[in-house]
């Protein structure tokens, strides 16, 4: 079964950055679309960014678009979120999850990692 671990989250003040990584156990990794996901407490879940399994294709939530970037390294097994001009509203809990398939599109996530905490604040 595939195994997902996040990692790079923390405190960081409005308009910083950081880097979430999603490193993958599976040597079939580049088969799968990632996606990142994060939930605000008191909030439902919502999905922020999917890549493909070849990368080629990305989409983006509205609230992240032109702020956030997704990529991913097959080599390494490892899928980035870099995260830029953070705002106080994106304080989440972050998770990725691998689709069933290796489009982000019409796509169920099967398989979860525990997530991340992102904290913006001054």
């Known amino acids: 079964q595939l195994q997902l671990v996040e990692s790079g989250g923390g405190l960081v003040q409005p308009g910083g950055s950081l880097r979430l990584s999603c490193a993958a156990s599976?040597?079939?990794?580049?088969?799968?679309?990632i996606g990142w996901f994060r939930q605000a407490p008191g909030k439902e879940r919502e999905g922020v960014s999917c890549?493909?399994?070849?990368?080629?294709?990305?989409n983006y939530a509205d609230s992240v678009k032109g702020r956030f970037t997704i990529s991913r390294d097959n080599a390494k097994n490892t899928v980035y979120l870099q995260m830029n001009s953070l705002k106080p509203e994106d304080t989440a809990v972050y998770y990725c999850?691998?689709?069933?398939?290796?489009?982000?599109?019409?796509?169920?996530?099967?398989?979860w990692g525990q997530g991340t905490q992102v904290t913006v604040s001054s």
């Open positions: 999850a691998a689709a069933d398939g290796s489009t982000c599109r019409g796509t169920d996530f099967g398989s």
């Open positions: 599976l040597f079939t990794f580049d088969y799968y679309a």
């Open positions: 890549i493909s399994s070849t990368g080629s294709s990305t």
